[in-house]
């Protein structure tokens, strides 16, 4: 297994890097999208936010959860942290989830406000995923494609639903990109 992770941490010296700045950068525009997510679903019936949908990962308001839940786990997993699993029984209006994303944004944005390049490499084993091993700096883009990925099906959902979606445009969100 030690030269498996040495041979894995080899390769990833091989590749191009996405610097902090950008990886803080696009944390903040998934926080800001999701708020703007949160903010549209209030005026949506709990019903429609609980119903079992084709696709996804199941309701609008289990989507929403799903997002933090896997965000909070996965950046717990690289500070080497225990996860800590919620029920969501326990998050089943958008109040609760918007209550959740402010108290795990605290920590998360704790954590990721301290992160270093120099960590990039550093590898990281999770419970949930038996015998892998993943670099700090690809759990961290994992982390964030996998909510882009996700508000994306959000959106199928909303315009179903007669709405308008929250744009996932970039530009103009002022998140400090030269230009």
Known sequence: ML????RYKRNLDKQVKVGLDDLIKMFRYNWMVRNE????????PI?????????GADSILYTLFHILDVEYSW????????????PFENYQTIEKINDLTE??????QSFLFTWSDEFENDVVTVPWIEGSFFAQG???????AHEIHHVGQLSIWIRELGLEPVSANVI???LGFPG
């Open 172 to 174: 103009g969100r002022d």
């Open 103 to 108: 108290a795990w944004n605290k920590e998360n």
């Open 138 to 144: 690809e759990v961290l883009r994992h982390v964030i």
């Open 75 to 86: 950046l717990r997993g690289v500070q080497g942290k225990p996860d800590s699993p919620v």
């Open 37 to 44: 997510w949160l903010e549209l679903c209030k005026q949506i």
């Open 47 to 55: 019903g429609e936010l609980m119903r079992k949908r084709n696709g």
């Open 3 to 6: 030269e498996k992770v040495k």
